[in-house]
């Protein structure tokens, strides 16, 4: 299959980092042992992602059911949270009462490295992909095609911003937990949190799938958010001593975070279909490569910034904070997290995919095997040709998603003379930033006069962002010497400007037919 050898072979990988990173060297001093963490931290990334993000489209293309779909990732949410429940409750136990940490860490890297080794294989060795699924897809032209699907960026919007309280709570809350709350007992009633927000996302699992399954996936994600944004706001006007109020607020969001961990892959796979209605190609790669990489490249900024802001107003370790200080953590650990989940339910609410919409889309999809037209489901004044039936190819399609709107505004206009000039100057632009931000960033890193703060977290932010921009258009100066050597004829261009205009016109509103049928 083109899953399952990269889940076998990327899981060993993963074993085996899982026990170097658990077990370093005793004779590593300081500065060797966090060089040595963080070489090896580095290389388990790359190696998680090699294997979980065909893990994860393996999930979304096992059933094309828009509800099987939500019973399947409800399992899969279910032992997820299970097994982060004893990773993060059994070892402090175990280093309690053993009082020997590096080894209770080893053999919990040991445990970790078993099980990885042994579950992932196994199921990549009996789960057997959906045959018929297979096509290239060509990277630069697919992730511009992910970026004109409506109900894709709704997600990823969704995505970005919930990344900021994810990141921002877990982060803070020792802080919040030490600072603001103040219990007798500080350690202990860190874990019981801890074990409380853990512990109602796994229950809350099997409501949420009867939840969605009686008003559907996006009434029941948008319930989630609201639940999610009234506990945060609530825990801004929480004090010393309320431990019970906090204890009852955690319990709220971990029964929204459950609901937000059942329900994304599940809407995922949504989305997905919709592409396939258009393309006729199943992309599950490209879509969680961006649904996974984006999101974590804000776990950067929302990790350190709030650290970053509260080193600013005099934050001192260990000590009794002034009122900017307590203030600052309560904002960062409350409001400002509930200003980006109020976002993210106000652009929830425009997400299209209801379950008649899907029962369509893959009822639309089925005509176009069969080499019929169909409406959009979303658009019905839309009727669509299947992929490369209509009056560009197949091949002309994919071609013409290497360029931007404006580049091809431009030569349906002029013609595609000078299109490699204009893709140099992408490249040399983007160039110019990722290398100055990087300079900047490495001349403020090793300045002796500060520690890293605000300005090195944005630099690092944008430096990879830039970088990443500029490998993005590297790799479009192939297409455009194409075209400028095989130029496609203006009409065609043209015709494939006014297409892309016509599917963006009708922007993110809902359909009147939708509008009657909110409970779907």
């Not at 020997?100 to 199921?123: D, H, K, N, Q, Y």
């Not at 609901?259 to 892959?265: C, D, E, I, K, R």
Request: charged residues 15%; aromatic residues 14%.
């Amino acid at each position: 299959g083109r899953r399952r050898p990269f889940i076998f072979i990327g899981s060993l990988a993963c074993a085996a980092i899982y026990w170097l990173l658990f077990s370093p060297p005793e004779s590593l001093m300081r500065l060797d042992a966090a060089l040595w963490y963080g070489v090896w931290f580095t290389i388990f990334l790359m190696a998680y992602s090699t294997f979980m993000t065909p893990y994860n489209a393996l999930g979304v293309e096992l059933t094309l059911d828009y509800h099987d779909r939500t019973r399947l990732f409800a399992w899969k949410a279910g032992f997820g949270l299970v097994g982060t429940l004893f990773a993060a409750v059994v070892p402090g136990i175990l280093i309690e009462e053993l009082h020997e940490r590096r080894r209770v860490l080893t053999v919990v890297g040991i445990v970790f490295a078993f099980l990885v080794s042994v579950t992932f294989p196994i199921m990549a060795f009996f789960v057997v992909e959906r045959r018929g699924f297979y096509a290239g897809n060509p990277i630069v032209p697919g992730f511009n095609r992910c970026l004109h699907n409506k109900s894709f960026i709704i997600l990823l919007v969704v995505y970005l911003c919930s990344a900021v309280p994810a990141y921002s709570v877990s982060t803070l809350f020792p802080f919040y937990n030490g600072y603001v709350i103040v219990p007798e007992e500080e350690d202990l009633w860190l874990s019981v949190f801890l074990g409380i927000f853990i512990g109602t996302s796994v229950l809350s699992v099997p409501l949420w799938l009867m939840a969605s399954l009686r008003v559907g996936k996006k009434n029941a994600y948008m319930t989630a958010w609201v639940l999610i944004c009234v506990a945060l706001v609530a825990i801004f006007f929480l004090g010393r001593g309320d431990v019970i109020a906090l204890c009852f607020l955690v319990a709220a969001l971990g029964v929204g975070s459950g609901a937000v961990g059942l329900l994304n892959p599940s809407l995922e796979g949504d989305v997905i279909d919709f592409d396939e209605f258009y393309t006729g190609k199943r992309r599950e790669g490209q879509y969680l490569t961006f649904w996974t990489v984006l999101p974590r490249l804000m776990a950067v900024p929302s990790t350190a910034l709030p650290l970053s802001i509260v080193g600013t107003m005099q934050y001192r370790p260990n000590e009794p904070q002034d009122d900017g200080v307590i203030l600052t953590i309560r904002l960062l650990f409350s409001l400002i997290p509930a200003f980006f989940s109020c976002v993210a339910l106000g652009v929830i609410f425009f997400y299209p995919i209801t379950p008649r919409v899907h029962r369509a889309l893959r009822r639309g999809i089925d005509a176009h095997w069969r080499g019929e037209r169909c409406a959009d489901p979303l658009h019905p004044e839309l009727l669509v040709p299947p992929p490369g039936k209509g009056e560009l190819t197949e091949e002309e399609e994919w071609f013409l998603f290497n360029f931007f709107h404006s580049e091809l505004r431009s030569m349906a206009r002029k013609g595609p003379k000078g299109i490699v000039f204009r893709v140099c100057l992408h490249v040399i632009a983007w160039n110019i930033v990722w290398v100055a931000v990087f300079a900047g960033l490495f001349v403020s890193m090793f300045s002796v006069e500060k520690d890293a703060g605000l300005l090195e977290v944005s630099l690092l932010c944008l430096a990879t962002f830039s970088f990443a921009g500029w490998i993005f258009n590297c790799m479009r100066l192939g297409a455009a010497r194409e075209m400028e050597r095989n130029p496609l004829p203006q009409q065609t261009i043209q015709l494939f400007t006014e297409a892309l205009n016509q599917h963006w016109a009708a922007g993110f509103t809902i359909p009147e037919t939708e509008r009657t049928e909110r409970t779907d």
